[in-house]
């Protein structure tokens, strides 16, 4: 048999089938794992056996595969471990390339035990790899030897390894965030996935791991995301780590779940309990290889500082409900590790009265007014059941999934992570305590059915009210959380160029320091929400908005605020040209043609076809002329030939619905997988905010084409749009029109269902 590097086999080397292995739905996790290390075993043997296995000459497994770990796309780690003196350069040579063959990846080496020990002195992987080492084939003494020779020379450099291994996992935590509260988790690296359990292993084997309780509850967790990996494996048929939210559907149907939701709220609970193990034995680890700490530090209430750890004594008073916010508010100031034996205990105190004492609730704002460190304090509180107690309405945000590419973590973190953003700006507002505990209340909604909105108003006044803030405190939280979407909703999708627009945002918000509360909340729960949420461009957006309702809530006229900016000079004097002119100005298009019907819908029809994407439009007819403004993404395109192309398209000489569908279809053929979100287009109508023209709100899935599409159906009407604003978020478009018939506002009911009509059609067409 003729091979790719010219030599010659007397017989065909044995075929891998796996084939029974990968279609088996009923196989999962480690019963999965074993049996494919197992056939794996047997094809590596029979491979080698094949080719005769010199004397003095040992395959053995090494990493996952030698911990019987193997998913169904895993590397195949091997070592070809030979003494000195044996004769394996030619079987060395010929044995790998069966492998390669075979499609599997290979993770392969050949030396002696004292090359690859010498080796493992300087590289981290190579030394947890040969923990591992499991005979294959050839001499067995050599692989107990080397499994032998790599454990000692593990322990004999226990503590240089230990910090190693802690090091390690740090920075693959801060690369790869945390399983339990992303989005997309990545299973194997991320803080509470696979790694962490096999960096458990790794330091307990140089001794330096003491026999924590905790490590051996977490086999459990364990299995669900290693059945979540493999299965991960089989539906991407590649070598992935990363739960994207485009999987989740088939990785939950794979493993019998009724939805995605479920799997991900499993993942997370998993990934929570593997975390908290680690944290737990890490701690001690890194603590008893630093530096000595200083004296243990008593305090009042029977808490002591131990170095980075806190404690309480035994004559602590567990009778007193004020203790867990004392150990709370410590452990944040001074960032502490709370002592797992203290967090036992704290849930014998009573629980909080209602209402809570003045010093509780203090407390309480000045523990998130610590930032990041109050998460991981209300984390492991929340560990112990100590956080639902405080507020019982925290227990179904525990966990809960947010499965669109708006949100990057589950609700709870969510949460924890607005009130950390709002603790870094709480300089800009009067009242700092309402602004951290509002953030980390505004979304609690989400935990229950119905609209999150309505649902967490009701929820936000009974918690409020039981943590003893008065009546007026209370209804500032109510609508922070009622609020909390309004300015970024209608800075995105309504036109701060309207006077009504900025009239109904001041008579919703009241008051100046309110308005600034709720500034405050929306950039912290934006940030917190994600990229998507919080950019330059909507930031802008919001300050803008905010600075107009400020004066007006000043006393100044809304008109004279708002101005009229559109068109200005510039456009005015490309209108005056009388002819078509298109001024292409960094991420404004400007195009100027004859007064025609659709002349908005040519221009964002010719820009579909470029590969732009429109954030924001803007129209306006005057003296038989019309002119378009867009604002687009910065993406790269051709000017001159955009320019063309608008020329054309204005002057009817472009098929753009051919075009426009034949680069839908394009891109469709070429694009990822949409989420399985149901989006369901809806068409609303707003009479009210705007004096001059009816807002029309659109909202359905992201579509190549869809402005110009509906921008056709308006102008079949004989609707004329005058500002169009457009937001994306994920596979979501949310797309707001203002529009005018003979110059008048659209409020004959009949005309309004069939602008309905026309725009529903118009995005249902393939």
């Given at each position: 048999?003729?091979?790719?590097?010219?030599t010659?086999?007397?017989a065909?080397?044995?075929v891998?089938?796996?084939?029974?292995?990968l279609?088996d739905?009923?196989?999962?996790?480690?019963?999965?794992?074993?049996?494919?290390?197992?056939r794996?075993?047997?094809?590596v043997?029979?491979?080698?056996?094949?080719?005769?296995?010199?004397?003095?000459?040992?395959?053995?497994?090494?990493?996952?595969?030698?911990?019987?770990?193997?998913?169904?796309?895993?590397?195949?780690?091997?070592?070809?471990?030979?003494?000195?003196?044996?004769?394996?350069?030619?079987?060395?040579?010929?044995?790998w390339?069966?492998?390669?063959?075979?499609?599997?990846?290979?993770?392969?080496?050949?030396?002696?035990?004292?090359?690859?020990?010498?080796?493992?002195r300087?590289?981290?992987?190579?030394?947890?790899?040969?923990?591992?080492?499991?005979?294959?084939?050839?001499?067995?003494?050599?692989?107990?030897?080397?499994?032998?020779?790599?454990?000692?020379?593990w322990?004999?450099?226990?503590?240089?390894?230990a910090?190693a291994?802690?090091?390690?996992?740090?920075?693959m935590?801060?690369a790869?965030?945390?399983?339990?509260?992303?989005?997309h988790?990545?299973?194997k690296?991320?803080?509470g996935?696979?790694?962490?359990?096999?960096a458990?292993?790794?330091?307990?084997a140089?001794?330096?791991?003491g026999?924590?309780p905790?490590l051996?509850?977490?086999?459990?967790?364990?299995?669900?995301?290693?059945r979540?990996?493999?299965?991960?494996?089989?539906?991407?048929?590649?070598?992935?780590?990363?739960?994207?939210?485009?999987?989740?559907?088939d990785?939950?149907?794979?493993?019998?779940y009724?939805?995605?939701?479920?799997?991900?709220?499993?993942i997370?609970?998993?990934a929570r309990?593997?975390?908290?193990?680690?944290?737990?034995?890490?701690f001690?680890?890194?603590?008893?290889?630093?530096?000595?700490?200083?004296?243990?530090q008593?305090?009042?209430?029977?808490?002591v500082?131990?170095?980075?750890?806190?404690?309480?004594?035994?004559?602590?008073?567990?009778?007193?409900?004020e203790?867990?916010?004392?150990?709370?508010?410590?452990?944040?100031?001074?960032?502490?590790?709370?002592?797992?034996?203290?967090?036992?205990?704290?849930?014998e105190?009573?629980?909080?009265p209602?209402?809570?004492t003045?010093?509780?609730?203090?407390?309480f704002?000045e523990?998130?007014?610590?930032?990041?460190?109050?998460?991981?304090?209300?984390?492991?509180?929340?560990?112990?059941?100590?956080?639902s107690?405080?507020?019982?309405?925290w227990?179904?945000?525990r966990?809960?999934?947010?499965?669109?590419?708006?949100?990057?973590?589950?609700?709870?973190r969510?949460?924890?992570?607005?009130?950390?953003?709002a603790?870094s700006?709480?300089?800009?507002?009067?009242?700092?305590?309402?602004?951290?505990?509002?953030?980390?209340?505004?979304?609690?909604g989400?935990?229950?059915?119905?609209?999150h909105?309505?649902?967490g108003?009701?929820?936000?006044?009974?918690?409020?009210?039981?943590?003893?803030?008065?009546?007026?405190?209370?209804?500032t939280?109510?609508?922070?959380?009622?609020?909390?979407?309004?300015?970024?909703?209608?800075?995105?999708?309504?036109?701060?160029?309207?006077?009504?627009?900025?009239?109904?945002?001041?008579?919703?918000?009241?008051?100046?320091?309110?308005?600034?509360?709720?500034?405050?909340?929306?950039?912290?729960?934006?940030v917190?929400?994600g990229?998507?949420?919080?950019?330059?461009?909507?930031?802008?957006?919001?300050?803008?908005?905010?600075?107009?309702?400020?004066?007006?809530?000043?006393g100044?006229?809304?008109?004279?605020?708002?101005g009229?900016?559109?068109?200005?000079?510039?456009?005015?004097?490309?209108m005056n040209?009388?002819v078509?002119?298109?001024?292409?100005?960094?991420?404004?298009?400007?195009?100027v043609?004859?007064?025609?019907?659709?002349?908005?819908?040519?221009?964002?029809?010719?820009?579909?076809?470029?590969?732009?994407?429109?954030?924001?439009?803007?129209?306006?007819?005057?003296?038989?002329m019309?002119?378009?403004?867009?604002?687009?993404?910065?993406?790269?395109?051709?000017?001159?030939?955009?320019?063309?192309?608008?020329?054309?398209?204005?002057?009817?000489?472009?098929?753009?619905?051919?075009?426009?569908?034949?680069?839908?279809?394009?891109?469709a053929r070429?694009?990822k997988?949409?989420?399985?979100?149901r989006?369901?287009?809806?068409?609303?109508?707003?009479?009210?905010?705007s004096?001059?023209?009816?807002?029309?709100?659109?909202?359905?899935?992201?579509?190549?084409?869809?402005?110009?599409?509906?921008?056709?159906a308006?102008?079949?009407?004989?609707i004329?749009?005058?500002?169009?604003r457009?937001?994306?978020?994920?596979?979501?478009?949310?797309?707001?029109?203002?529009?005018?018939?003979?110059?008048?506002?659209?409020?004959?009911?009949?005309h309004?269902?069939?602008v309905?009509?026309?725009?529903?059609?118009?995005?249902?067409?393939?």
């Open positions: 048999m003729d091979r790719h590097d010219g010659v086999t007397s065909p080397a044995p891998l089938d796996r084939s029974d292995l279609d739905a009923a196989l999962q996790g480690t019963a999965f794992a074993e049996a494919h290390t197992e794996l075993d047997d094809w043997r029979a491979v080698a056996e094949s080719l005769g296995v010199p004397d003095g000459v040992a395959l053995v497994a090494v990493g996952g595969y030698g911990r019987r770990e193997m998913a169904p796309h895993s590397d195949l780690d091997l070592v070809l471990v030979h003494t000195p003196e044996a004769e394996h350069q030619d079987f060395a040579e010929r044995v390339y069966p492998m390669w063959d075979s499609g599997l990846k290979l993770g392969q080496r050949v030396d002696t035990i004292d090359g690859l020990c010498k080796l493992a300087t590289d981290l992987d190579t030394a947890t790899a040969l923990l591992s080492v499991r005979h294959l084939v050839g001499d067995e003494s050599l692989a107990l030897d080397l499994a032998v020779a790599a454990a000692s020379q322990r004999e450099a226990a503590a240089d390894n910090m291994l802690s090091e390690r996992l740090s920075g935590h801060d790869n965030g945390e399983v339990a509260f992303l989005l988790p990545d299973l690296n991320g803080r996935g696979l790694r962490d359990t096999n458990l292993v790794w330091a307990r140089t001794g330096v791991l026999q924590d905790d051996e509850t977490i086999a459990d967790d364990r299995e669900v995301i290693l979540a990996r493999i299965a991960l494996h089989r539906v991407t048929s590649r070598a992935t780590d990363r739960l994207a939210l485009d999987f989740q559907d990785v939950a149907a794979a493993l019998g009724s939805t995605a939701d479920e799997l991900m709220a499993d997370s609970a998993a309990a593997i975390a908290w193990a680690s944290d737990g034995a890490w001690w680890v890194d603590r008893s290889l630093r530096d000595p700490v200083s004296a243990p008593a305090l009042d209430g029977g808490i500082l131990d170095g980075g750890l806190l404690r309480i004594t035994d004559d602590a008073d567990l009778s007193d409900p203790l867990p916010f004392q150990v709370a508010l410590v452990a944040a100031r001074h960032r502490a590790f709370i002592e797992r034996r203290t967090l036992r205990l704290l849930p105190t009573p629980a909080p209602t209402p809570w003045d010093s509780m609730r203090s407390a704002a523990l998130l007014g610590y930032g990041r460190p109050a998460i991981a304090v209300i984390e492991a509180f929340d560990r112990v059941g100590l956080m107690r405080m507020i019982p309405e227990e179904p945000c966990s809960r999934p947010q499965r669109n590419d708006y949100h990057r973590f589950t609700v709870d969510h949460l924890l992570e607005a009130a950390a953003e603790s700006i709480v300089d800009r507002v009067a009242r700092p305590d309402l602004l951290v505990v509002g953030a980390l209340l505004h979304d609690i989400k935990g229950y059915p119905g609209d909105t309505d649902v108003v009701e929820l936000i006044a009974a918690i409020a009210a039981r943590m003893g803030y008065p009546p007026a405190d209370v209804e939280l109510v609508d922070m959380c009622r609020h909390h979407l309004l300015l970024p909703d209608v800075a995105t999708r309504r036109d701060l160029d309207d006077d009504g627009t900025i009239r109904t945002v001041a008579d919703a918000v009241r008051s100046v320091d309110f308005l600034v509360l709720l500034a405050a909340l929306t950039e912290a729960d934006s917190a929400t990229p998507a949420a919080w950019n330059r461009s909507k930031a802008d957006l919001v300050n803008l908005l905010v600075q107009r309702v400020d004066d007006v809530l000043s100044a006229d809304p008109q004279a605020v708002v009229r900016r559109f068109p200005g000079p510039k456009q005015r004097a490309l040209g009388g078509f002119a298109a001024d292409i100005d960094e991420r404004t298009v400007t195009v043609q004859r007064d025609r019907a659709g002349a908005f819908s040519r221009v964002a029809g010719v820009l579909t076809l470029n590969g732009l994407d429109i954030v924001r439009a803007a129209a306006h007819t005057e003296d038989g019309a002119l378009s403004e867009f604002t687009v993404h910065t993406n790269e395109f051709d000017a001159g030939r955009l320019i063309e192309q608008l020329e054309l398209g204005t002057k009817g000489r472009l098929a753009l619905d051919a075009r426009v569908d034949d680069r839908r279809a394009t891109y070429s694009m997988r949409q989420s399985a979100k989006i369901v287009p809806s068409v609303t109508v707003d009479n009210a905010t004096h001059v023209a009816t807002v029309v709100e659109v909202t359905g899935r992201d579509q190549i084409g869809l402005l110009y599409r509906i921008a056709r308006l102008a079949e009407l004989k004329g749009i005058s500002t169009a457009i937001q994306t978020i994920g596979d979501e478009v949310i797309d707001a029109f203002y529009v005018t018939a003979d110059g008048n506002k659209l409020e004959d009911p009949a309004l269902a069939e309905e009509r026309a725009i529903l059609h118009a995005m249902a067409r393939k």
